[in-house]
């Protein structure tokens, strides 16, 4: 199972963490991942510089909504047991 934490604190919500949760929700219906991605939101993870805020595989990232998708294809996919 894979631990994927997004920041949902002030600075990352107006930065779009509502919309990065929205679509990572949509990737992992469609890839029926349920039982392989766990996704939690989270507080304030102290990296408010660039973007929202995501936890994975004990490192941390900073992204957009624009760029969530290939995020999601390039890190957390990789990290998902076949």
Known sequence: MVDLNI???SSCHLKGS??????????IEDGRLHEKINMQATF???QCQ???SVL???KEFS???ETSREFFRTVVLPQVDP
């Open 7 to 9: 920041c949902v604190g």
């Open 18 to 27: 509502y919309n990065v949760i929205q679509i990572f929700q949509q990737l």
């Open 44 to 46: 304030c993870m102290k």
């Open 50 to 52: 660039e973007g929202v």
């Open 56 to 58: 994975i595989g004990g």
């Open 63 to 65: 992204i957009l909504p």
